[in-house]
């Protein structure tokens, strides 16, 4: 088992513009709060009708410190503001279960009101509303009082498959992950142990051994420090609400899974790494056939664009892409 020599770097958060830094502390001002581990027990107790990863409480816990997120509740909407290098600062706004659509339009009218009274109060010249689900996308664009632009990419659309998709791996695309897998299938020497509150913790030590591989650099500039959100996923995890496998061969540590059983027939893959080339393919194999009963689909959230990501999530034989959209509001002029 190796030493965890990273965890020094992981602990140094990004450092923010001195614009994002005055933005930031204006709305610590204004009653929001500093989002972290201790948050996510109100997270966890927020319900809302998203299904996108991004508004799950867990990834909006585990990614906290390299966003810099503050948070409040604004007529029981969960609202988190999130500051980024290279981007503006934009927030993102999980709604309640709504009896009516009626009160949901009221309710989301007087958290945009709020929320861009607070982006001018910081001297920003647009409210920036980000992961807004395509099933409320009208909802957004028809706030009364605001130019609202929409738009996506497919770089951070989330990856949705139907697990049994996964197990086949059938058709011409997905023949190389195919191949990969059957390395692994059947093979002698390959164990697998279920995560527990007892031994989870050695996930950190192979990401540790992934991270000593990576440019920190290039890791950084697409979502922040993917070991520091680990620690964090270490410091929440509780088997009542994960799951999580390690994969073992010849009886050393080479991989492992970790994911969350939610709503609606909805399962999250938070994290995985194979320290064998292709391992963890296989570990998301074994997640889909045995380990997902009842689930209808299996989220693995965006690639962010980044290539090997993009190749990697086609060829596992995705359902859908689930779009997320960026709402630009401006104030109309009276």
Known sequence: MIERPLTKRSLTKRSLTARDQQARDFFLQQGFLPA????????????????????????????????????????????????????????????????????????????????????????????????????FLERFKNVKGYEVQSEYSDDHSEYAYRPADIVNL??????????????????????????TNENHRLCLDIEGEWCTHQDCAVCSAFAGCE????????????????????????????????????????????????????????????????????IEFLNINEDMGKEGLRRFKKHLGPHELWRKYLCTFVKKED
């Open 36 to 135: 972290g581990a201790e948050s996510y027990p109100l997270f966890r107790d927020f319900e809302g009708p998203g299904r996108l990863s991004e508004l799950t409480p867990t990834v909006s816990t585990i990614w906290a410190l390299s966003f810099h997120e503050v948070y409040q509740l604004i007529e029981g909407h969960l609202v988190t503001a999130f500051f980024f290098e290279g981007t503006e600062p934009y927030f993102e706004i999980r709604a309640p279960r709504s009896n009516t659509v009626e009160d949901a339009a009221i309710l989301l009218k007087r958290v945009i009101d709020r929320l861009y009274g607070l982006a001018v109060g910081a001297g920003l010249h647009e409210l920036r509303v980000y992961a807004v689900e395509e099933n």
């Open 227 to 294: 070991f520091k959100a680990l620690e964090i996923m270490a410091d929440i995890y509780d088997d009542r609400f994960y799951e999580g496998l390690f994969g073992y061969v010849d009886g050393a540590p080479a991989g492992f899974i970790i994911w969350e059983k939610r709503e609606e027939g909805r399962a999250y893959l938070h994290f995985g790494k194979g320290n064998i080339q292709n391992f963890f393919v296989y570990l998301i194999y074994i997640l889909a056939r045995d380990k997902l009963p009842g």
């Open 170 to 195: 059938s058709g011409g695309v997905n023949h190389k992950k195919s191949t990969h897998l059957n390395k692994f299938i059947g093979r002698e020497g390959i164990t697998l142990t279920p995560m």
